[in-house]
């Protein structure tokens, strides 16, 4: 379920496929669903009220989209950023492993508990010509999935909003 700007649940699917192919539809009947893509190579936004009805990803954006593919698969870290560099910080209290590095223009920060090892907050910034978007996503309630830990709740938050996501089903 998605809770967007709109405050109603709406359906979401997220599909993923190692190492580099992600797609998020936001199923919405009355307004109609959003849709973002990137296929390993090129992506693309599709989404209600826009002027163009499927708008192409460039630069720092395209960037961005990767780099949220590519570290879908915790395997990848490695070789989804360059000149990555570490330090400690704190989110909530709890002591984190901050990791930072780039994808082109596309500037990543992770956030790692320090006990459990596992992804708490991923912050994406790009440049623009008003200064750097930041995207924040902040992952929740991890379970076991086919030996894999995945977050079952996450928030992702913009400037202008942000929507919160709760996994009921995975296959």
């Known amino acids: 379920s998605g809770y967007g700007p709109e405050g109603f649940p709406r359906p979401v699917e997220v599909y993923a496929k190692a190492p ?3 797609a998020i539809r936001v199923r919405d009947s009355a307004s109609g669903d959003n849709i973002t893509v990137f296929d390993g190579k090129t992506g693309w936004i599709s989404a209600p009220f826009k002027p163009i ?3 192409e990803l460039h630069g720092a954006e395209l960037d961005s989209a990767r780099a949220d593919a590519e570290l879908t698969f915790p395997a990848n870290v490695r070789q989804a950023l360059t000149g990555m560099r570490s330090s400690t910080d704190f989110i909530n209290d709890r002591s984190v492993l901050a990791v930072q590095g780039t994808k082109g ?3 990543v920060t992770m956030y790692f ?6 992804m708490t907050r991923l912050v994406r910034s790009t440049p623009s010509p008003v200064g750097r978007i930041v995207v924040q996503t902040d992952y929740a309630g991890y379970r076991d999935v086919m030996g894999l830990k995945i977050p079952s ?3 992702t938050a913009w400037f202008d909003g942000r929507s919160n996501f709760e996994i009921t089903d995975v296959q």
Do not use: I, P, R
Request: charged share 35%; proline share 0%.
């Open 20 to 22: 580099s192919q992600k």
């Open 113 to 118: 508990d320090e006990e459990t090892g596992l």
């Open 153 to 155: 709740k996450w928030t």
């Open 53 to 55: 009805d499927v708008m």
């Open 105 to 107: 223009m596309a500037l």
